[in-house]
């Protein structure tokens, strides 16, 4: 999966409407508190995204969260979760927020990394397969990690 970016899109260009950012008042809770997820934002929230007018670009973002890692899951017997084993907190960090809106990385093999996806909280998630063609690690010359997968359509 890569992305070019088009001149309209280049840093410091506008084209559509400012996000508004939902502030949630102090002292108001979230409900269910996940170690390591602590946002709030109904637009997103327990599969709303899908309403969206760029839903695409979207599901685009929660799957790279799920996808560009190189962390092991492990199951968590007593909750049925997964917890993950990260080379960094943000590693593991990214992937509990793209679990919690629904894009939960679920298995790794030598070859593969599967996500089960549930972009509606009432549909049985589908467990899709991304071949992995290639990781390249982080630097500090680079500043980040990458990695290269194929999805089922081929792309």
Same mark, same amino acid.
């Given at each position: 999966?890569?992305?070019?970016?088009?001149?309209?899109?280049?840093?410091? %260009?506008?084209?559509?409407?400012?996000? #508004? +950012?939902?502030?949630?008042?102090? &002292? =108001?809770s979230?409900?269910?508190?996940?170690?390591?997820?602590?946002?709030?934002?109904?637009? /997103?929230?327990?599969?709303?995204?899908?309403?969206?007018?760029?839903?695409?670009?979207? +599901?685009?973002?929660?799957?790279? +969260?799920?996808?560009c890692?190189?962390?092991?899951? #492990?199951?968590?017997? !007593?909750?049925?979760?997964?917890?993950?084993?990260?080379e960094?907190?943000?590693? &593991? %960090?990214?992937?509990? %927020?793209?679990? #919690?809106f629904?894009?939960?990385?679920?298995? *790794?093999?030598?070859?593969?990394?599967?996500? *089960? !996806?549930?972009?509606?909280?009432?549909?049985?998630?589908?467990? *899709?397969?991304?071949? +992995? /063609?290639?990781?390249?690690d982080?630097?500090?010359?680079?500043?980040?990690?990458? =990695?290269?997968?194929?999805?089922?359509?081929?792309?």
């Amino acid at each position: 999966m890569a992305m070019d970016l088009d001149e309209s899109s280049r840093i410091g %260009a506008r084209s559509g409407p400012e996000i #508004e +950012l939902e502030v949630v008042p102090k &002292g =108001v809770s979230c409900q269910n508190r996940i170690k390591g997820f602590s946002f709030e934002d109904n637009r /997103l929230m327990n599969g709303n995204w899908v309403q969206e007018p760029n839903k695409d670009v979207i +599901l685009l973002f929660f799957r790279i +969260l799920a996808l560009c890692h190189t962390a092991i899951p #492990e199951l968590n017997e !007593e909750t049925g979760m997964y917890n993950y084993v990260a080379e960094s907190p943000d590693e &593991g %960090a990214f992937l509990i %927020a793209a679990r #919690e809106f629904g894009f939960e990385y679920c298995k *790794r093999t030598q070859s593969s990394i599967f996500v *089960r !996806e549930r972009h509606i909280p009432s549909q049985e998630p589908i467990e *899709r397969e991304f071949k +992995l /063609l290639n990781i390249l690690d982080f630097t500090s010359k680079r500043k980040r990690m990458s =990695v290269i997968v194929q999805d089922e359509t081929g792309h």
